[in-house]
């Protein structure tokens, strides 16, 4: 069979001409995001260090920005992970269990995925809404910790259910299937063979989801947190306020040094953020080294 050398040379070129402007392209995008990020970083950190000593972190909110601190804000947005993350991760993990495990393969169970999926792209202000009348006006929580703590749970559920429907359907059938060959039942399976495998992608979308809870403010808003808080919550019950909260009063006073302040709350939120998903990718990276 005859083949034209010139017409493979071609093809050949023709390849990886577009391999190069491909990889031009995904170059410059990586870029591009790095450089907006590094810009943010420059401004944040060359504004707000100047204001970031241990009196920020141990004074409440103040009129004046040179007595402006962060305490009740960090406190309350501890407080409201406390809520979240064992609310969100158990009824998250609970639900794609079932629905990947036990859930019969129908056009009903279908349609719920679909709605899960579909959930996760609603705005953030409907989830507020949502846990306005639910929990703080039919449940009577007020503005409380557990209220918050409720609806961003909510908020950020979707996520952690596609995510932990996509790390359970990863786990390889033989692993089930020599749990059964050796006698496990099902909960047995699943509790000692398919979480553990599963468990590193169900942290990544929880990683993701969480961050996402920590910073969003609309639902907060919503729910009536307060923006301006002088004392520490004793329990969930009582009212609290958010990093993100404090962090948005004071972008919104008119003085500049408050402006300054702001981006000292910002440092201390991206701080918390890097603390809290340093453990859970400690967490995730041990599970990956077994499995």
Known sequence: MYVDREQVQQRMHGRLLKNSILRF???CATIFGLAVLGMLLYRVLTQGLGWLDTGFLQNFASRRPEDAGIKAALVGSLWLMAVI????LILGVGTALYLEEYAKKNKFND???LNISNLAGVPSIVFGLLGLTIFVRELSLGRSILAAGLTMSLLILPVIVVAAQEAIRSVPTHLREASFGMGAT???????VVLPAAIPGILTGSIL???RAVGETAPLVVVGLPTFIAFLPAGVLDTATALPMQIYNWTSRPQADFQSVAAAGIIVLLVFLIVMNSIAVFIRNKFQKRY
């Open 85 to 88: 993350a064992p609310v969100s």
């Open 111 to 113: 349609f719920i995925k």
């Open 25 to 27: 392209i995904f170059f």
């Open 209 to 211: 989801a969480l961050s």
């Open 186 to 192: 099902k909960w047995q399976t699943i509790y000692r």
